[in-house]
């Protein structure tokens, strides 16, 4: 179905603010725009100037002027500018190519180009919406809410029979179920209201039996009620929940009833417990605790106290809201007496102080604006009417405009705009400042007479919901017109580094992955829907960075190779939906961490193990995980994971913990997390879990000592404070297991980065990143001397972690490393970083939900957006901030290799990367597999050979060697030092003293020695005599030679035919 497109009655222009030089980086030269062209960088007074010299010197001439003419008199005129930017100028405003131009042509360029402007600047005031889409659901009475669990990413609606739907992102409907009772029978009961009580995971549900029913989103089953509060005078028909962002503990319910009253419970300690348990209560946790209101009213419960009023006298109470900055409970009736009552809190005496406002015929709902400090109420006179608080006689401005009665009203917050719906599903979006219409909309809803409808407006979002009894429409925002370039169509969600290909790879929420040239910043190619309409959520290259693996929303994770062909498909979930969080590529598996819920609509995500994939197995399409020998280990979800070679496997979790693997054997010995660390006990029988697969609800794990854990392990960890993002190993950090210092650093919730010995299992330094800002994620260069951290605003930090927590300390430390740069490149959250390394000089890659990816320096260098108009040159826009002397070696010996061309092919021959083993043409480990893309001399000239040895020679003559050709280029060759002068020992003075002339005549003879082959113990062959390393490297030679020989003759017998 589609609606009337959106009328503009009128639309006034922002006040554009100040921006930061760190987001003025992010606006490239191409912008449609931007301030560099010379029109828009001209005054009044320069245009008063240039008028003066087209005057004519008669009024009945005009005076035209050629291009030379133009460059040559404007620069003198004017005063300022150059005669290139006058010649452009002149270029633009003669579209007709007439060779000259006047007084008129110029004036009407101004004009329109002023006019474009305006208009792209009304564009980015005025939200502009997609077609009136309408939601398949099930639902089969009046739907009374809408609410956006954070927690679980999810939206919650409930009817008005008890029929509860959740959605995902997508708003796909993934799962519906009926709230019961236990009173009375579903067909007795009604749901009146539904609010979120974020701040502990809950979920409460007014009913018609007079009670409230608290339901836990964390349970094990479905949704199940932990408190039902009865005992009520009257049947509650609206709620609001508010808590405080900085305690947790405090929040407030506030609700409304049929008899006018309105009650507010007053929690204070809300993280810790709801309602005091009765003694009598049952042990079993999913038992519901009974509260009376009697004894909240009598104040038996210590951790909440109730305030109520009746000011609304019988009236039924339509809306209720608390705020927090007027510290009081805002209430409204239809009556148009007491219509909007405010009830000030006085928190020593708790009571409350009433005043009330009185509107003609009543009102259907209001809103309040706390910026703005203003409460819009929908009138049944069909005028929206704006408040101060503070003043009751008469309202601060009236909105009219409508022409039937408003049924509801919300604010657009960041904008200062408001919304209002009438009852002839008419929607005005209103300019609050000026009190002027500014968009009107028609929703194209049945012809109903009597309908009840919801409004709800998720601004985090862009989604407005409105509702037409059974029917939930959505109104969906399009983006905004920026000025922005934008990489990607959609928002980024994963960029990765190919150094084989010098190309960086990004992919989107709407599966398409694109090739971008790091030189340059074209795009080379791009791969569509590579899952469908499913969101790739992240991407890893194989260790020879010949394959491209994508994992997705839908479960699976394809291997690509660069030309768009997909090899296999890995099959991650095979029921429902999964979240693939992560893929680490080793060298014998394939590793991912994520999550699936399970059951009917439980919400409850599965504590999972770690799904493994073994290439060696890879021989049809679709492979089907195996088994993790470690089982489950983590009690919430698995987010990331890290290695580090030999066999140390790091996965971190939801809550805080960090689980260190031995990977050969697949299993657990250490647990670590900020307020404990414990050893894992493990059970020698007990049984491996396949992870993320369905029918396994793997909540049986290895037999860890919760007791160990101390207290931490039972309080969850419900807001992420702990939680654990990103994963990395400092490998470039060489005898920490000797030295101590810190090895693993993990970041996420909170803005927290940490710094861990996994030697000595303990947290060596935490400090926060990025303050009030939530979970931030992170990513190292390869010599660890850089970490950057990057934050949902959009903002990214760089320190210097070279010289932090190299040495053990018994203190933990708290002081942060020092930070480098501190910018926001990004509009939006970022989703990932890397960093990467050319022509030296040490990259920052960062990509956001925005829909652009960047590339940046270590320094204050230039921000550079994939996709803008303007190319550039990596190694004239960037440059490599100053290192010591140390730091520089490596760039030294780079520059040596480039001047040798023939040690660079011996080397590519000689010194194999990894072997990767998502290859189709290895099948044995013990072959290595060539990069298909590397140009290598597989037979080198002897003359080439000499010379190289010529030039090792005099290197090796001079002072230092930079570079050694062969596996020992580490050790520093220099010239000998001369040896000092020793004195001749005694033996070699007095010779006679210590050695006899002849032996005595009477020495015993020598024993004969046994024969070889009694005393041999093992076979002495070549094995025993060469180091493994020059073996490997010739047994590798004489493979590549004999698999060239091959397909020479192959090639050779191919002609002959």
Request: glycine share 6%.
């Amino acid at each position: 179905m589609s609606y009337q497109k959106p009328v503009l009655e009128l639309n006034t222009r922002p006040q554009p603010g100040p921006r930061s030089p760190e987001r003025a980086e992010a606006v490239t030269a191409g912008e449609d725009y931007g301030t560099h062209l010379l029109e828009n960088q001209l005054r009044v007074g320069d245009f008063v100037k240039i008028q003066r010299a087209f005057e004519p010197p008669e009024p009945s001439k005009i005076t035209c002027m050629s291009r030379e003419e133009f460059m040559q008199t404007m620069p003198e005129v004017v005063g300022w500018g150059s005669e290139e930017d006058y010649g452009k100028l002149f270029d633009r405003v003669d579209v007709t190519r007439d060779g000259f131009i006047n007084w008129d042509k110029l004036n009407t360029f101004m004009l329109l180009s002023l006019y474009e402007k305006d208009e792209h600047m009304k564009a980015t005031v005025v939200p502009q919406w997609k077609d009136l889409e309408f939601l398949a659901g099930k639902h089969k009475d009046t739907i009374q809410n809408v609410v956006f669990l954070r927690s679980l990413s999810r939206y919650l609606t409930i009817s008005k029979e008890g029929l509860v739907g959740f959605w995902d992102e997508n708003l796909k409907l993934q799962e519906t179920f009926p709230i019961t009772s236990d009173v009375m029978k579903l067909k007795h009961l009604w749901v009146t209201s539904l609010v979120s009580l974020e701040n502990v995971n809950k979920v409460a549900v007014a009913l018609t039996s007079k009670e409230i029913c608290f339901y836990d989103l964390l349970s094990s089953e479905e949704l199940s009620c932990q408190y039902k509060l009865q005992g009520l005078k009257a049947a509650p028909i609206c709620m609001h929940y508010w808590y405080d962002p900085g305690d947790a503990n405090t929040s407030v319910l506030s609700f409304g009833d049929v008899t006018g009253k309105v009650q507010a419970i007053v929690f204070t300690a809300a993280s810790i417990s709801l309602f005091e348990s009765p003694g009598n209560v049952c042990e079993d946790e999913e038992a519901t605790v009974i509260i009376n209101w009697a004894e909240l009213l009598s104040g038996n419960h210590k951790c909440c106290h109730v305030l109520q009023h009746k000011l609304h006298r019988g009236d039924w109470v339509r809306q209720v809201m608390y705020s927090a900055s007027l510290e009081a409970i805002i209430s409204s009736t239809t009556s148009n007496a007491s219509t909007v009552v405010l009830a000030w809190r006085e928190k020593p005496k708790k009571v409350l102080k009433m005043t009330s406002f009185n509107i003609d015929q009543g009102i259907h709902a209001f809103d309040y604006h706390s910026r703005l400090n203003l409460i819009a109420t929908a009138g049944i006179n069909n005028k929206v009417c704006l408040w101060n608080p503070y003043v009751v006689s008469k309202p601060a401005g009236v909105l009219w405009g409508h022409s039937a009665s408003i049924i509801a009203v919300q604010f657009f917050v960041e904008r200062k705009q408001l919304f209002s719906f009438s009852q002839d599903k008419v929607l005005r979006l209103w300019d609050v400042q000026h009190q002027l219409s500014i968009q009107r909309i028609a929703c194209a809803f049945p012809q109903i007479q009597d309908f009840q409808c919801l409004f709800h407006f998720d601004e985090a979002r862009g989604r407005l919901f409105i509702s037409c009894n059974n029917q939930l429409a959505l109104l969906a925002m399009q983006s905004e017109i920026s000025r922005r370039v934008r990489s990607h169509e959609k928002a980024v969600t994963c960029v990765l580094y190919s150094s084989l290909l010098r190309q960086v790879i990004s992919s989107d929420a709407g599966s398409t992955v694109s090739f971008w040239m790091i030189d340059t910043g074209q795009k080379i190619k791009q791969f569509t829907s590579c899952h469908g309409n499913a969101e790739i959520s992240s991407m890893a290259l194989d260790a020879n960075e010949t394959r491209l693996l994508t994992g997705s929303t839908d479960g699976t994770i394809k291997v690509w190779d660069f030309s768009g062909f997909c090899h296999h498909t890995l099959i991650v979930g095979q029921d429902g939906a999964v979240e693939i969080l992560q893929i680490l590529v080793l060298k014998k598996t394939i590793l991912v961490t994520g999550w699936q819920r399970y059951g009917f609509a439980s919400l409850k995500r599965i504590k999972q193990a770690i799904t493994v994939f073994r290439p060696q197995n890879f021989k049809q399409f679709f492979i089907q995980p195996e088994v993790w020998k470690g089982g489950v280990q983590h009690q919430d979800d698995i987010l990331c994971a890290a290695f580090s070679p030999p066999q140390i496997l790091a996965t971190g979790s939801y809550d805080g913990e960090i689980v260190l693997w031995n990977n050969s054997t697949e299993n657990a010995h250490h647990v670590l997390h900020p307020k404990y660390q414990t050893l894992v006990k493990s059970q020698p029988d007990s049984k491996p879990q396949r992870c993320l697969s369905a029918g396994n609800s793997c909540s049986i794990r290895l037999q860890a000592d919760q007791a160990c854990r101390g207290p931490w392990s039972i309080q969850v960890d419900t807001e992420g404070n702990h939680a654990v993002t990103r994963l990395c190993f400092l490998e470039a950090r060489k005898n920490i297991a000797a030295t101590g210092g810190s090895n693993l650093v993990s970041c996420g919730g909170s803005g927290y980065v940490r710094f861990w010995d996994t030697f000595k299992k303990q947290l060596q330094a935490e400090f926060v990143a990025h303050n009030g800002v939530g979970p931030i994620i992170m990513c190292t260069d390869k010599l660890n001397r850089y970490l950057t951290t990057g934050d949902l605003d959009g903002r990214l930090k760089i320190w210097n972690i070279e010289e932090y927590c190299l040495n053990s300390s018994e203190r933990r430390i708290a002081e942060a490393p020092p930070l480098l740069r501190s910018f926001q490149p990004h509009e939006d959250r970022i989703s990932s970083l890397a960093m990467c390394e050319v022509g030296g000089c040490v990259l920052v890659l960062s990509s956001s939900a925005d829909g652009s990816v960047c590339v940046t320096g270590i320094c204050d260098t230039p921000v550079c957006i994939f996709g803008q108009a303007k190319h550039w040159n990596i190694e004239n826009y960037l440059f490599l901030p100053e290192r010591d002397t140390d730091l520089e070696e490596g760039d030294v010996q780079k520059k040596e290799v480039r001047a040798i061309p023939v040690f660079s092919k011996e080397k590519s021959c000689l010194e194999p990367k990894e072997h990767s083993p998502l290859s189709k043409e290895i099948t044995d480990d013990s072959t290595y597999q060539l990069r298909p893309c590397e140009d290598i001399n597989l037979v080198m000239n002897y003359k080439e050979r000499n010379s190289y040895m010529k030039i090792t020679q005099e290197l090796s003559s001079g002072e230092a060697v930079q570079q050694a050709p062969s596996v020992f280029r580490l050790l520093h060759v220099g010239s000998l030092r001369e040896l000092p002068v020793v004195c001749k020992p005694a033996f070699l003075l007095d010779p006679e003293q210590y050695f006899r002339a002849e032996a005595p005549d009477d020495h015993p003879p020598s024993p004969e020695l046994p024969a070889l082959s009694e005393i041999l113990k093992s076979v002495f062959d070549e094995k025993n005599l060469f180091p493994k390393d020059i073996l490997d490297r010739e047994r590798k030679a004489k493979q590549l030679c004999q698999e060239t020989s091959c397909e020479m003759k192959i090639r050779r017998n191919k002609k002959q035919l």
